[in-house]
Structures are given as structure tokens and as C-alpha cells.
């Protein structure tokens, strides 16, 4: 219990603050919007883009987990799609947020501290590759998601060269994709550049979070509650539950692994999404109401993950 109250109370105590200096009139909600442009443009790509740069390849490399931890995640976004356009009436670029809530976990800040404590360093390499998946596969869908529903132009095919336009100027994209590549040469990252990035990336997840502090002061509880209880409901029970399933019924990995994944996936919302619906102006308050809401529920549904799955005594 203890690991869990470390790493998931801080983060929601992140929150709390940019409550409280909004609340108190310390900082304006003009704040909120400055400190998230510079998650979107400056932290986020930096951290991103290490994150890939730094990862050795070979890891990457491993067709049964790949297939066990995507196969879940994209039926539940799916699903979550259809729900979101079908029962709440929302547009595809809102769908795809809504959707994206419910499968991107805040695997940087908590799932790999959570799992490297529970399991031990074993852990940290399965952790990496489910955040890698995190990065790279799930933001780069729900961009595209957010831009074919945002398209403008007459033609088709306008259409299409319009949204992969933008696609090539979205930062959280793009880094990630430059991480790769660069971790294909093999080559270590400069140090001046690591140290660059590293200092600026570690400024993306508490600027996130407390900009969803800022945003959440003012703002109407009331609004959206049953989104915000079916994104909460998807991504702490639905996801792990499917991960679960793919990997101790359907598609069998090393035990570790798949305890790991199950991990990862019952992680809540990350701040990497309530970024990218404020970059869009698109379904903001019920995104920072699901990660608020989610953090929160953690402390209950990760406790019962590791009575499940008890960790490593000294892991």
C-alpha cells in the first residue's frame, strides 16, 4: 500500500496545488492555457522523443506482448468510440478524446515506479515497451483521429493531404517518431542534448497536472458525469480486465511481462491527453474531470491489483 500512496497521493496533490493557486486568485485561468502550450510544444515533445531515443530497439521487438497489450487496448477504444458517438452524441474528434481516455494510461509517472517497486528492475524493461506503446501508438491515433474528425476542404483527397499536413506539424507526433529513428542508428544521445531533454521533459508530467488544477477551478462538477463514469470505468476496470484476459487466457507471455501489462493498464488517464484536448479546444472538462476522478479511484483499484498480483518482497 505504501508504494501506491507515494506515487499515485503526489500526483493528485499536483492537481490539488493548481487548484488552490487558482482558486486563490494566484494564478488566472489565462495560466492553465500558457503552462499547457508549453507541455504541447517544449516538455512533452523533449520527454517524448528521449523516451524513444534512449529505448533499445531489440526491446521493442516482441510479438506476443505487442499483440496481447494492443489487441485489448484498440477493441476498448474502438468501443468507446462507437459509445461516444452513438450514445453521447459527440463529434469523431471528441469520440477519439473520449475514447483515448479510456486506454492511455499515466504509465510515465506512475506505471514504471509502480511496477520497478512492486516487481523489481525486471520490471522496468516490459514497463518501457507498454509506455513506448503508450507514446508512440496512442497518441499517434488519436491525433489522426482528432484531425480526420476536424477536417476542412471540399475533395477527398483535400481532405487527406489537409490532415496528414497537420499531422506533420503535431509535436507530439512528430517527437516521438525522431526518438525512433535516432534509436535505429544505435547511437547514445549527446550529452548536451540528454541533458536538454531530460530537464525539460521532467517539467511535462507537473506542468500537465497542475495546469489541470488551474482549468478544474470555476468549472461545472455536474457537467458530463456519466462520460466522465464510463471513460473512469473503462480505463481502471474495462482495460486491465481485457489485458487480463489476452494475456493469461489467449495469448500466454512470461508471467512477469503480463503482470506488468495488466499494470500498465490499470494505471488512470494520463495528463498527455487532457494536453492534447486543450491544444484542440476539444472536450477538455470532462478529460480533466477523468483524470481528476481517476487518480483518485487508483489508490482503490491498483490496491486490489496487487492483492491479485502481490508484488516481490524486497522486488
Not at 479510456?102 to 514504471?112: C, E, H, L, Q, R
Not at 499536413?165 to 516521438?176: D, E, G, H, K, T
Not at 482495460?239 to 488512470?268: E, I, N, S, Y
Request: hydrophobic fraction near 60%.
Amino acid at each position: 500500500m505504501e508504494p501506491i500512496l507515494n506515487i499515485v497521493l503526489p500526483v493528485f496533490a499536483i492537481v490539488a496545488a493548481g487548484y488552490a493557486c487558482g482558486a486563490g486568485k494566484v494564478l488566472g485561468e489565462e495560466s492553465s492555457a500558457a503552462l499547457n502550450g508549453f507541455v504541447y510544444w517544449v516538455a512533452l515533445p523533449a520527454m517524448l522523443f528521449r523516451a524513444m531515443a534512449t529505448v533499445e530497439v531489440a526491446q521493442l521487438w516482441q510479438p506476443d506482448f505487442l499483440i496481447g497489450f494492443l489487441t485489448p487496448l484498440l477493441a476498448i477504444w474502438l468501443a468507446a468510440i462507437v459509445a461516444a458517438r452513438f450514445l453521447f452524441r459527440r463529434t469523431l474528434a471528441e469520440a477519439a478524446i473520449h475514447g483515448m481516455n479510456g486506454v492511455y494510461g499515466n504509465s510515465g509517472y506512475m506505471g514504471i515506479p509502480l511496477a520497478v517497486a512492486a516487481f523489481g528492475e525486471a520490471a522496468a524493461v516490459p514497463a518501457v515497451v507498454a509506455t513506448v506503446i503508450n507514446t508512440a501508438v496512442v497518441v499517434g491515433i488519436a491525433v489522426g483521429l482528432i484531425e480526420a474528425g476536424s477536417k476542412t476542404g471540399n475533395g477527398g483527397f483535400q481532405v487527406l493531404v489537409n490532415i496528414l499536413r497537420r499531422m506533420a506539424r503535431n509535436p507530439m507526433l512528430i517527437a516521438p517518431l525522431l526518438g525512433l529513428a535516432w534509436a535505429f542508428t544505435g547511437l547514445d544521445l549527446p550529452v548536451p542534448l540528454d541533458s536538454f531533454t531530460g530537464i525539460l521533459g521532467s517539467a511535462a508530467g507537473p506542468c500537465a497536472l497542475f495546469a489541470i488544477g488551474l482549468f478544474m477551478v470555476g468549472k461545472p462538477r455536474s457537467e458530463g458525469r456519466m462520460e466522465v463514469g464510463v471513460m473512469t470505468a473503462v480505463k481502471l476496470i474495462g482495460q486491465p480486465a481485457g489485458t487480463a484476459l489476452a494475456f493469461f487466457w489467449l495469448l500466454p507471455v512470461d508471467p512477469l511481462w503480463a503482470k506488468v501489462a495488466v499494470l500498465m493498464a490499470a494505471l488512470p488517464t494520463g495528463a498527455g491527453s487532457f494536453v492534447l484536448a486543450q491544444a484542440y479546444g476539444i472536450y477538455v472538462l470532462r478529460t480533466s474531470s477523468a483524470i481528476l476522478l481517476g487518480t483518485v479511484l487508483s489508490v482503490v483499484t491498483i490496491s486490489i491489483y496487487f492483492i491479485v498480483f502481490p508484488p516481490i518482497v524486497g522486488g
